[in-house]
């Protein structure tokens, strides 16, 4: 099966995801090319300006496949124009709300317009998130598949071997509005420990960061599913996050990680200071996030579904 992928960058977030899922079919036979293009690195003119650029590759490519899978809304635009027998467009987050919170009134309206659209032009719609899945057939009536994003445990084994350091907390994620950044900022100085933050960091780096850290903190006023939470989850890291998106999904409160509410510092401090001070808590759902991941986010678990769905798409 010759398929192409299109998503304007393919690290991080759902790009990231893309690349992972490409990897782990081509390892299965399948024929699978990733679209690379050009865009004007300037924040808000990065999405226009792929779609553009995506667009017109698409337009002057002769190049046929048997199906093409666009990652995220600005993605959509390119497939369109692909010659390919099955369309596949993959969102994870409601993406007219992702842009509301973000930009002007008359950038989320054009947004809201462009997302209905493009939702028409695929043959089959996906997702990481049961609440995005819910979101969209309420929004908009539109059906999505539901399909976790996995989590490739064997990446692991290059990470460093480390000791624990005490009280070391940990941000990991983009250092912007949706993020909650500048709540967790905002109560540093009351935490209980030391906060270091990862915004720009190679993976590896990272979560050598992450395992000799006491805890990961995720504030966002907004999210999908996290990958960062499946990663802690199988470092046996505790999480204290905000209950918002697709996270209640994987975190169960007191059972699996705290939820706290969202744009509310006091409740976070709570969370995490109160987290800090109970280690046998820590320990529990440290232990009970590992199992989760084990049982439900592997590619052992998950990639007989992906090579079935792909598989079903060209019956």
Not at 282 to 307: C, R
Request: aromatic share 8%; hydrophobic share 40%.
């Amino acid at each position: 099966m010759k398929i192409l992928f299109i998503a304007p960058k393919y690290s991080g977030g759902i790009g990231g995801h893309a690349y992972r899922v490409a990897e782990k079919l081509r390892e299965q036979g399948f024929d699978v090319r990733l679209m690379h293009t050009p865009h004007i690195p300037i924040k808000k003119l990065k999405n226009p300006s792929f779609a553009i650029m995506s667009s017109l590759k698409a337009i002057v490519s002769r190049e046929e496949f048997d199906l093409v899978h666009a990652f995220n809304v600005p993605s959509a635009f390119a497939m369109k124009y692909v010659k390919a027998k099955k369309k596949v467009l993959s969102i994870h987050g409601v993406y007219s709300e992702q842009v509301d919170a973000l930009h002007s009134d008359t950038t989320a309206a054009i947004a809201s317009l462009a997302e209905t659209k493009v939702l028409e032009w695929a043959d089959k719609l996906t997702t990481d998130s049961k609440i995005v899945q819910k979101r969209y057939k309420e929004k908009l009536s539109f059906d999505f598949d539901f399909l976790y994003a996995p989590l490739d445990v064997s990446k692991f084994d290059i990470l460093d071997e480390t000791s624990k350091i005490k009280n070391q907390i940990v941000y990991i994620g983009r250092d912007s509005y949706e993020k909650g950044t500048d709540i967790l900022r905002e109560i540093e100085s009351k935490i209980n420990g030391n906060v270091v933050y990862c915004t720009d960091l190679k993976w590896e780096e990272t979560m050598n960061i992450l395992k000799k850290s006491s805890m990961l903190v995720i504030p966002s006023r907004m999210e999908s599913i996290p990958q960062v939470i499946k990663e802690a989850f199988f470092l046996k890291i505790p999480i204290v996050a905000t209950n918002v998106g697709g996270i209640p999904e994987l975190i169960e409160n007191d059972v699996s990680g705290i939820l706290v509410e969202p744009n509310n510092p006091e409740k976070l401090l709570e969370g995490i200071n109160g987290l800090i001070e109970n280690e046998e808590l820590a320990q529990k759902i440290s232990k009970n996030g590992h199992d989760f991941v084990m049982k439900n986010l592997t590619w052992e678990v998950l990639l007989p579904k992906y090579i079935k769905f792909y598989k079903n798409l060209m019956k």
